[in-house]
């Protein structure tokens, strides 16, 4: 089977095919210079990718439509501002007249991450941090294995901290959660878990929360440390050691913060997905 590390240099080594793609087939591509597109088998189904400058990918999507639209991907995750460049007769041809779109980023760090103004935070040692009236206390991180207590912990903590989170309790590709505790033995306040995308694969974070009664106190930032301590520990199948994540485009507060403690911005999409039927 062909994998995405059978494309040219140096695409064979881009972040988020390393990261979530490393595993799928690969049944075609085009890649020059600037740009590479390329049709996938894989957790998500048949989709084709598009990474590079937008108006090369554009372009390759333009030369290579009717090889592309053969494969019938069903979504097309493309560098932001590509998919307007195309012509809309082969944007038909590709993704069919009805469609449904949405703009994420996906950022990640091969570094552990950096606190402002505060310790280095390890996954299983205490730092001090303001409670929000003057004083300090001491704030654990700590590590859960997922199984029924830890889901329930969580999908307490999650109620509160982010009802409309994508990725629950019980997914089974959850490897972990990090959590801060409102006090010994109590409630969680703060939580990001992490799974593997495909066998093997670095550690991809999900569905951080904080309490809004305990915000502005840099539990995200906490547990965000913790969790990619740990992922950094790993040695994935395919690539180094490295952990990332997945945001909606507007979600503007969320990219700062990641950027701020070190999160690099990778890649700007936008996917399209091809109506049923």
Do not use: K
């Not at 799974?195 to 502005?216: F, Q, T």
């Amino acid at each position: 089977m062909r994998t995405v590390g059978s494309l040219p240099t140096p695409w064979d080594a881009d972040p988020y095919l390393v990261g979530e793609r490393a595993d799928d087939e690969l049944h075609t591509h085009a890649c020059d210079d600037e740009a590479c597109v390329l049709v996938l088998d894989g957790h998500p189904g048949r989709s084709l990718v598009g990474i590079g400058r937008p108006e090369a990918v554009a372009r390759l999507l333009t030369q290579s439509a009717a090889a592309f639209a053969a494969l019938a991907p069903q979504t097309l995750t493309l560098a932001r501002g590509a998919w307007e460049l195309v012509d809309g007769e082969v944007r038909d041809q590709l993704a069919g007249p009805s469609t449904t779109t949405s703009e994420w980023d996906w950022m990640s760090t091969r570094t552990p991450l950096v606190q402002p103004d505060a310790p280095v935070v390890l996954p299983d040692g205490p730092v001090v941090l303001p409670d929000g009236a003057g004083a300090s206390r001491e704030v654990m991180v700590e590590r859960f294995t997922p199984g029924p207590e830890t889901d329930a912990l969580v999908t307490d903590c999650l109620d509160r901290a982010h009802p409309i989170a994508s990725t629950l309790p019980g997914d089974p590709r959850l490897t972990g959660w990090w959590g801060v505790r409102e006090s010994e033995d109590g409630a969680l306040v703060a939580t990001v878990g992490a799974l593997d995308i495909y066998p093997g694969a670095p550690a991809h974070l999900v569905s951080l929360g904080v309490d809004p009664a305990h915000r502005g106190r840099g539990l995200a930032g906490l547990v965000l440390a913790a969790a990619v301590d740990d992922g950094l520990r790993r040695t994935p199948r395919v690539g180094g050691p490295m952990v990332h994540l997945g945001l909606y485009a507007a979600n503007d507060r969320a990219r700062r913060v990641y950027q701020r403690l070190g999160f690099s911005l990778d890649h700007q999409f936008m996917s399209v997905r091809r109506a049923p039927g």
